[in-house]
């Protein structure tokens, strides 16, 4: 019951920006959105989240369009180590706790 | 900085025998604690969380219990494991708010994947 709509898989070459859309329509008003990603075998990576306003950190940028029904994740300089499952999910604020439900995500793929 | 720790890392067990997973947080204090499993080719299913020693809430019934003996630690059993059980369990942490403003993000441990034959 992921509440948000990927891409399916997505090539990058190395070294260019990654862009990875999310479209979330039916988001409410007091949810995020989070972005983690997992590389085969690992535990998930949280990468960023925001709420309304285009986010940036050491790792990517968010940028969430003014209606809030779609995001994209940029990672401004893809690496090798970049290609892993990327997951969009949308998180209310508040409560006892936050389950985290991740969809099927994008397959990055980072080519030489 | 805070530091998530599980083990085993990977563990085989046959049907019907005992499970212990042992989850560890460093650089923190009452942090909330989750157990996850990522069954092959599926999503990601939330066990168990806990806000505080002692207060566990189950998400699914089934035959895994946890228990928090310690304010960082966080432990997954079962008394008999079955088939279905095989799967990559997963230990996250967030920081435990005292108002109900504001998400929390979770990071996870590097995960520990169970085989059960």
């Known amino acids: 019951d992921a509440k948000t709509t990927q891409p399916p898989s997505m090539d990058c070459a190395e070294g260019r920006a990654a862009n990875l859309p999310c479209n979330h329509s039916?988001?409410?008003?007091?949810?995020?959105v989070y972005w983690y990603r997992q590389i085969h075998s690992q535990g998930p990576q949280y990468i960023i989240h925001?709420?309304?306003n285009n986010e940036t950190n050491e790792m990517a940028s968010l940028i969430i369009t003014e209606d809030r029904k779609s995001s994209t994740l940029i990672l401004p300089h893809a690496t090798l180590r970049d290609t892993a499952v990327y997951y969009c999910?949308?998180?209310?604020?508040?409560?006892?706790?936050?389950?985290?439900?991740f969809g099927t995500g994008t397959l990055l793929a980072v080519q030489p | 900085s805070q530091t998530i720790h599980q083990w085993p890392a990977t563990l085989v067990q046959p049907v019907g025998s005992p499970l212990s997973l042992e989850c560890t947080v460093e650089?923190?204090?009452?942090?909330?604690l989750y157990w996850y499993r990522q069954a092959a080719g599926r999503g990601l299913q939330l066990l168990f969380y806990?806000?505080?020693?002692?207060?566990i809430s189950s998400e699914v019934p089934q035959n895994l219990s946890a228990s928090r003996p310690q304010d960082r630690q966080f432990i997954l059993s079962s008394k008999k494991l079955l088939l279905s059980d095989s799967g990559f369990y997963l230990c996250?942490?967030?920081?435990?708010?005292?108002?109900?403003?504001?998400?929390?993000?979770?990071?996870f441990g590097p995960g520990t994947r169970l085989t059960v034959l």
């Open positions: 996250a942490w967030s920081v435990q708010r005292t108002i109900t403003f504001g998400t929390d993000t979770q990071y």
């Open positions: 039916t988001i409410s008003g007091n949810e995020y």
């Open positions: 925001g709420l309304k």
């Open positions: 999910i949308v998180l209310p604020y508040g409560g006892a706790t936050n389950k985290l439900i």
């Open positions: 650089g923190t204090s009452n942090p909330n």
């Open positions: 806990s806000v505080g020693i002692g207060q």
